[in-house]
Each structure stands twice: as structure tokens, then as C-alpha cells.
């Protein structure tokens, strides 16, 4: 059984820093296509950054340079560095796998693994 874990979260000041990670059991993130996705209140889940097996990264345009996703195979985690954060970020951060490649155009619906969230708050 897939059992994605996420932590990190919190409550931050504009220009602040988190570390989200993502732990998964019976699933290999080595072997799959993994993702962060957010969902702010009265908005439709978005997809935020994807790492592929092969070691590609996606990103949404908008947060390129900001975000960075990453992943440690060995204790099978994924992270989501983000960096200078603005009260736009406030939302719902969920990791999602899927087996086998990243779609390049990767949707909420590509994914049936979820995590169960975890709430990013940055206060202006």
C-alpha cells in the first residue's frame, strides 16, 4: 500500500524559507515520476514541480527560481526547497507519484498517489 507522508510546513514571513519533505513507503521514488502540487483556498489544485526517475525537473514557470524539488532515493524522500516566499504561496502543499515518466504537461489528474498535505502560511 502507497503511503506518502509530507512535513514541513508552517507559518512564515514574506521573504522566509521552508523545506518540505515527503516520505514514501511501498512505493520507490527511484523508480517512479514524483511531484509537488499546492492548492489555495477557492482555487484548483496546481502542480508546482516534478522529478522524474531519470532525474528531470518540471517546474511551473511562475515559480521557477524560487522552488527547487529534490530527492534522496536512499531514505526515499522528496523535498521542495522553497525559498523567498510570498503571501501568494499560502496553500496546501501535497506530494503525488505516479509510476514509470512525467508527462510534460503534468496535471493533477496524471497522479494517483497523494499525500495527505501539509498548510504553508506567509504573512505579508
Known amino acids: 500500500q502507497v503511503q506518502l507522508v509530507e512535513s514541513g510546513g508552517g507559518s512564515v514571513q514574506a521573504g522566509g524559507s521552508l523545506r518540505l519533505s515527503c516520505v514514501a513507503s511501498?512505493?520507490?521514488?527511484?523508480?517512479?515520476?514524483s511531484g509537488w502540487f499546492r492548492q489555495a483556498p477557492g482555487k484548483e489544485r496546481e502542480g508546482v514541480a516534478v522529478?522524474?526517475?531519470?532525474?528531470?525537473?518540471l517546474y511551473t514557470d511562475s515559480l521557477k527560481g524560487r522552488f527547487a524539488i529534490s530527492k534522496d532515493n536512499a531514505k526515499n524522500t522528496l523535498y521542495l526547497q522553497m525559498n523567498s516566499l510570498k503571501p501568494e504561496d499560502t496553500a496546501m502543499y501535497y506530494c503525488?507519484?505516479?509510476?514509470?515518466?512525467?508527462?510534460?504537461?503534468?496535471?493533477?489528474?496524471?497522479?494517483?498517489?497523494w499525500g495527505q498535505g501539509t498548510q504553508v502560511t506567509v504573512s505579508s
Open positions: 511501498g512505493y520507490a521514488y527511484s523508480r517512479s515520476c
Open positions: 522529478f522524474d526517475s531519470v532525474g528531470r525537473t
Open positions: 503525488a507519484v505516479r509510476n514509470g515518466w512525467c508527462p510534460l504537461s503534468w496535471t493533477p489528474a496524471d497522479f494517483p498517489y
